[in-house]
């Protein structure tokens, strides 16, 4: 059976275009929606349709109504706006990435990374002229 490319460029162009607008990346959709970095991009191109669930988790991921993923009413000026008050602000997307990357950590590992950023945290605060008493708190908080 051929794919309806019409249908499946007019998905994957709306859901970039929600998920530029959302300031969320390639990972963080697939990430969120259940998908590998490589299905949701290919899923962006027009290259294939998702599934009814992916399609479901695509409109809540990106906050979009599914008649406009899907093409059968024109995205209209600020229809995001309409929804339930934003979430909180999210971390940049460097932050995202490094926080996927230590959840694949063994605990020995992650260890050792806390005790790394611990150390850097209180390096910084030396080379700005604070004592380790004073900023033992405020470092632990940060972290």
Request: hydrophobic share 40%.
């Amino acid at each position: 059976m051929a794919l309806p490319r019409g249908l499946a460029a007019t998905i994957g162009t709306a859901a970039r275009a929600a998920r530029v607008r959302a300031n969320l990346t390639q990972e963080d959709v697939a990430e969120r929606v259940g998908l590998a970095t490589e299905v949701y991009g290919r899923l962006e191109r027009g290259g294939m349709l998702p599934s009814v669930p992916t399609l479901r988790k695509l409109c809540e991921t990106l906050r979009i109504p599914s008649d406009v993923l899907l093409g059968l009413t024109p995205a209209q000026e600020n229809f995001w706006a309409k929804e339930p008050p934003p979430r909180p602000v999210e971390e940049p997307g460097e932050i995202r990435r490094l926080v996927r990357t230590v959840k694949k950590l063994e605990p020995a590992e992650f260890r050792l990374l806390s005790l790394m950023a611990t150390g850097l945290v209180r390096l910084r605060l030396m080379r700005r002229g604070r004592t380790s008493q004073e900023d033992e708190g405020a470092s632990d908080d940060s972290l």
